[in-house]
């Protein structure tokens, strides 16, 4: 009885020990040994391999080319403002010349519609003028300007007809005046080279010793009103017969 017990007490002890041997055996330090980390007094080297860090001289130059870019661009857009403000200023003077002088036209040519119905009536007086030939003006009378006397005989035709033109005349003379006060000016080509800018030619006929192309005879007297063309000369031209 005493070597059953002893077996006993043998089989329970490699239990215990069988069991306490696969604890350790399994236990994680032990399948997975942790690494060791090793420490050294010298302090560790920069690797060569890593990139340099930039230098603050770079940085600043980079800032300052951008500055002096912005700079540019800003001188730029000035410079290209001020040319469209000259240009403005320019244009604004022109409009201003223009206003005045477009102003001075209408002032000085605001008559001329009138100036050119009133023409007719210088040439009707002109042709009355003309209608009487001057040796038919010559009389023993005196003249009109002298005062008749209470005793002198009654007018003859002939001192009426020189009265008649001298009154004709004198208001062809107003007339032509008052023309010339708004800068109404006649003007007869008669000798000069037909310019078809300033005359109108009724006519045309070969006359010898005549240049051809210059003006015969002026049978309406042209207008100028300043330097614009108010009414055309009417002429005869020299043919040519060549």
Do not use: W
């Amino acid at each position: 009885m005493n070597g059953t017990l002893a077996r006993r007490v043998f089989s329970a002890s490699t239990a215990a020990l069988s069991s306490r041997a696969i604890r350790r055996s399994t236990h994680p330090s032990r399948l997975f040994p942790c690494p060791t980390r090793s420490y050294s007094d010298q302090k560790s080297q920069p690797d060569d391999a890593t990139e340099p860090t930039p230098e603050p001289d770079t940085a600043e130059v980079s800032v300052e080319s951008q500055i002096l870019e912005n700079l540019k661009k800003k001188e730029a857009e000035v410079h290209d403002l001020t040319s469209r403000l000259r240009y403005l200023q320019a244009d604004f003077l022109n409009l201003q010349r223009n206003a005045a002088r477009e102003k001075e036209q209408q002032r000085d040519f605001a008559i001329t519609r009138f100036a050119g119905d009133l023409l007719e009536t210088v040439d009707v007086l002109a042709l009355a003028l003309k209608s009487v030939p001057t040796a038919a003006l010559h009389s023993e009378f005196p003249s009109a300007d002298t005062p008749p006397s209470p005793d002198a005989p009654p007018k003859s035709a002939q001192e009426y007809l020189t009265e008649l033109h001298q009154g004709v005349e004198m208001t062809h003379r107003l007339l032509l005046s008052t023309l010339f006060k708004y800068h109404v000016k006649s003007f007869d080509p008669t000798g000069e080279k037909f310019d078809p800018n300033r005359h109108e030619a009724l006519y045309q006929a070969p006359i010898p010793g005549k240049e051809p192309g210059t003006v015969l005879e002026c049978q309406k007297t042209g207008y100028m009103i300043k330097d614009r063309l108010l009414r055309a000369a009417q002429v005869g031209v020299v043919q040519d017969v060549s």
